[in-house]
């Protein structure tokens, strides 16, 4: 599975886009990139993933360049409950669907 | 609604007691689970994959007759921590894999050991 790499932390003014990044530069043709977040004492929450098309859905989009080298999650209009830790990880279709998470970012959304 | 239940999801206990979490899958039947392990200000790391019928497959430096799996049903795997001490405090956590591939969270359960 691609390694990946994120800020440990990021600010964001609420009812702003927040654009969390993500660097994946190893990952292979057939792994997909996978947003998780955690909000504080509890299981993480699914996002969003895709293999190499841009992906939307209720909660966020998901862009991923053309090299698929890095990806950045979109939240159109952050609140302040989505305060969390957000992780990126590359997983291949082919595994047993076991996700290794990395550090994250933390998000801090302010009023 | 939530696809995953996890019981109970807070738990204190005496040092050299055995304590049994509970990962029910909700939704759909799931011949794999895995279970996490979260320490404060950590991220999670994978303890091991549980499998319907056959035994767990541990990540390195899991102890397995520590940690011991038992994923009897299609929606039930457990996770007891046997003869617990301080050092076992964690936050623990189950995951169910759905349809379409992605990991579905338990809410976790929080082992507090006195």
């Known amino acids: 599975d691609a390694k990946t790499t994120q800020p440990p932390s990021m600010d964001c003014a609420e009812g702003r886009a927040a654009n969390l990044p993500c660097n994946h ?8 990139v996978y947003w ?9 929450q699914y996002i969003i993933h895709g ?8 909660m966020a989009s998901l862009i991923i360049t053309e090299d698929r080298k890095s990806s950045t999650l979109i939240l159109p209009h952050a609140t302040l409950r989505d305060t969390a830790v957000y992780y990126c990880i590359g997983r291949g279709s082919g595994n047993t669907g076991k996700l290794i998470f990395g550090q994250g970012t933390t998000l801090q959304v302010k009023p | 609604g939530a696809v995953v239940s996890q019981h109970p999801s807070w738990v204190i206990c005496k040092s050299g007691t055995s304590v049994k979490i509970e990962c029910r899958s909700l939704d759909f039947q799931a011949t794999t689970m895995f279970w996490y392990r979260q320490f404060p200000k950590q991220s ?14 541990y990540e390195q430096g899991v102890e397995k007759d520590k940690f011991l799996i ?33 990991l ?11």
Do not use: W
């Open chain 1, 25 to 32: 530069s190893t990952i292979s043709g057939n792994e997909y």
């Open chain 1, 36 to 44: 998780y977040r955690q909000i504080h004492s509890q299981g993480p």
């Open chain 1, 51 to 58: 293999l190499k098309n841009n992906e939307t859905n209720e």
């Open chain 2, 44 to 57: 999670l790391m994978l303890m091991a994959t549980s499998n319907e019928g056959s035994k767990a497959t």
């Open chain 2, 70 to 102: 038992n994923h009897a049903s299609l929606t039930l795997s457990t996770l007891t921590v046997t003869s617990a001490h301080p050092e076992d405090s964690s936050f623990y956590i189950c995951s169910v894999r759905g349809r379409t591939g992605e």
């Open chain 2, 104 to 114: 579905f969270f338990g809410e976790g359960s929080r082992l507090t050991v006195l």
